[in-house]
C-alpha cells in the first residue's frame, strides 16, 4: 500500500504571482527558479526541521487577521533578521515572537495580504 511520506509542496492563487515571488526572492532569499516556484532540498537547511500538515477547525482564529482558509511556514535561520527584513520591504509583521518546544516562531501579512509563519527550529527536532 502507498503512503505519504512528506509535504510536496505548497499551491495557492494570487494576484501578481511574478511579484509576489520576487518579493520573496528579495525579502527572504526563496531560491525562486525559472519556472516561477522555489524547491528546497534538505541538504540545504541550516538546522534540523520537518514538514507538517496539520487541518484546523473551520472556526480557528490561527490564521488571523486575514480571512485566509490556508497559511503557509517558512523555515528560517534567523527569526529575527527574516522578520526584519521582510518589514523592510513592506510585510506587516503580526503580534510578536514566541519561544515554545518546537523552536520559535513569528509571523507576518505578505504583500498579497496572507499570513506566513516562520519558523526557526530547536537544534534538536521533539520525538514522536
Known amino acids: 500500500m502507498a503512503k505519504v511520506i512528506g509535504l510536496g509542496g505548497i499551491f495557492f492563487k494570487s494576484t501578481d504571482p511574478i511579484s509576489l515571488a520576487t518579493w520573496y526572492k528579495n525579502h527572504l532569499h526563496v531560491p525562486i527558479e525559472n519556472w516561477g516556484g522555489a524547491a528546497f532540498y534538505h541538504n540545504e537547511k541550516p538546522t534540523p526541521s520537518y514538514h507538517v500538515w496539520t487541518p484546523f477547525a473551520q ?70
Open 59 to 128: 472556526s480557528t482564529q490561527y490564521f488571523a487577521p486575514t480571512n485566509k482558509d490556508f497559511m503557509f511556514n517558512f523555515v528560517v535561520d534567523n527569526l529575527e533578521q527574516a522578520l526584519l527584513q521582510v518589514t523592510h520591504g513592506g510585510g506587516q509583521q503580526v503580534g510578536i515572537i514566541e519561544d515554545s518546544e518546537f523552536g520559535r516562531f513569528g509571523w507576518f501579512i505578505d504583500p498579497d495580504g496572507n499570513k506566513v509563519e516562520l519558523w526557526q527550529p530547536s537544534a534538536i527536532p521533539p520525538e514522536n
